[in-house]
């Protein structure tokens, strides 16, 4: 393999290991958010976009590269090749290695969107659950305000019920 589709293959495995990390049920999004607004990985993600399209040009252009390089060996019924059967053997295994350079190129873009979807919907999630805390303990405290209003009600009745009588009876 060479220095290019061992890079891609190494990026490919580090995005299985992340997706991984990000699917692991016991963290919660809370703590991944945390960590994405973390001060490393806001000096990181400041050139975020411009990183994510680099990489998606990059993984693309090696996505076709690696197509056109499956086309051009997969030829072997166009052309006469029954007299070396060695030509035969090593048009294979070109053709191997340009489907394996293509499935490598390809998972690893699928998986580069996947990763920022991944990422997005942890950081919306942190975020609703945020909100979903401070709707919580705004709605408990209108819900006590409102006890609080409707006892102080019910006294000022009482009192009111009290008066009315006492000006009643006298």
């Known amino acids: 393999m060479s220095l290019q589709w061992t890079a891609v293959a190494a990026f490919l495995y580090a995005e299985v290991v992340a997706c991984l990390l990000l699917c692991i049920p016991f963290i919660s999004p809370t703590r991944w958010n945390r960590i994405f607004k973390s001060r490393l ?16 040009f990059i993984l693309t252009f090696l996505l076709i590269d690696a197509g056109r390089e499956v086309r051009k060996y997969s030829v072997t019924e166009k052309v ?3 007299n070396n059967p060695v030509a035969v053997e ?5 053709l191997f290695r340009a489907q394996r350079n293509l499935y ?3 998972f690893a873009l699928l998986l580069w969107f996947l990763l920022r979807r991944l990422v997005t919907l942890l950081s919306q999630q ?4 945020a909100s979903n805390e401070a709707f919580k303990k705004q709605a408990l405290s209108a819900s006590d305000a409102a006890k609080k209003y409707m006892e102080e009600n019910e006294q000022l009745r009482m009192v009111s019920n009290l008066l009315f009588l006492a000006q009643v009876f006298y």
């Not at 990985?41 to 998606?56: R, S």
């Open 41 to 56: 990985v806001q000096l990181i993600m400041a050139y975020g976009n411009t990183y994510f399209i680099v990489l998606i």
């Open 80 to 82: 006469d090749l029954t």
């Open 90 to 94: 090593h048009i294979h295994m070109k």
């Open 104 to 106: 490598i190129a390809g």
């Open 126 to 129: 942190a975020t609703f659950v």
